[in-house]
């Protein structure tokens, strides 16, 4: 086993306060592209980059081209957890782990059994009416055609946080308590390059500090150990 993977796993072994902060590189073993990789949305053809379509100005002028890119890139058909989720959700039922905070829309955390799930960026398995905030099914955004709209005359959208628009204030304060007390950070899957989010790694106080990402980020020199494999195939070994 890669040394730092066996750093890694003592590490989790040892602790009982062990935190995960993550992103899209999470999802990306269960058929979930991420935004930034070389087959990432960012890289394919769409007339928008994702984080013009994913804007809140964007979402109340263009209703119709935010749900065709939702229905088309968001929205992925049996798609399971995969085995960084599960092992999460494992290390959370042995109490070793304390919470996962995610930057991920999808719900495969909560699908994969773990409990804490802090949803920075909100979850596509959600909706609610834009003006009276009725919640809806997800399934009333997530198929069909055209724009959904509440009873009201309201647009119904996903309740996930878009570009422009501020993160739950509750969730976020809970993060960053987590983060802050936490022995051991493990962060994957995630280019460090979405604030407030990435920032979160500030507050984390101690000396064990794992990145876990394919590509280099901005706070590899900061970390105490960095893996640069994928996220599934680490976890599958700790
Ligand atoms: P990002 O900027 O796309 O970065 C993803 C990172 O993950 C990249 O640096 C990749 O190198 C890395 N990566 C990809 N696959 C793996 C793997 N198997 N193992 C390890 N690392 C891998 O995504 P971020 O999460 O940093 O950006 C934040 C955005 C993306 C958030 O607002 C998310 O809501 C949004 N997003 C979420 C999903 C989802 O919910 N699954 C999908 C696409 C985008």
Redesign the pocket.
């Known amino acids: 086993m890669d040394s730092a993977i066996l750093t890694l796993k003592e590490w989790v072994a040892q602790s009982d306060n062990i935190v995960f902060f993550g992103?899209?590189?999470v999802?990306?073993?269960s058929g979930?592209?991420?935004?930034?990789?070389v087959d990432?949305?960012y890289n394919q053809k769409w007339k928008y980059p994702p984080e013009t379509i994913l804007s809140r100005s964007f979402f109340d002028k263009n209703p119709e081209e935010y749900y065709r890119f939702h229905r088309e890139k968001l929205v992925i058909d049996g798609v399971k957890p995969n085995r960084a989720h599960l092992r999460l959700a494992e290390l959370e039922a042995e109490g070793k782990l304390r919470a996962v905070v995610t930057?991920?829309?999808?719900g495969l955390h909560q699908a994969a059994g773990s409990k804490k799930v802090l949803e920075l960026?909100g979850s596509i398995l959600r909706a609610y009416c834009s003006r009276c905030r009725k919640p809806y099914p997800a399934d009333v955004i997530n198929y069909g055609q055209g724009v959904p709209r509440c009873g009201c005359g309201g647009v119904i959208r996903p309740d996930i946080v878009l570009y422009e628009e501020p993160l739950d204030q509750d969730i976020l304060r809970e993060a960053i308590d987590c983060i802050r007390k936490a022995e051991v950070l493990i962060v994957?899957?995630?280019?460090?390059?979405?604030y407030p989010?990435a920032g979160l790694i500030n507050y984390y106080r101690g000396h064990k500090l794992a990145l876990?990402?394919?590509?280099a980020?901005p706070y590899d020199g900061y970390a105490d150990l960095v893996i640069h494999?994928?996220?599934?195939q680490v976890f599958s070994q700790i």
């Open positions: 992103g899209a590189g999802s990306t073993e979930i592209p991420d935004f930034r990789s990432g949305l930057q991920n829309i999808d960026h994957g899957g995630t280019s460090l390059n979405v989010a876990v990402n394919l590509s980020t494999e994928k996220i599934g």
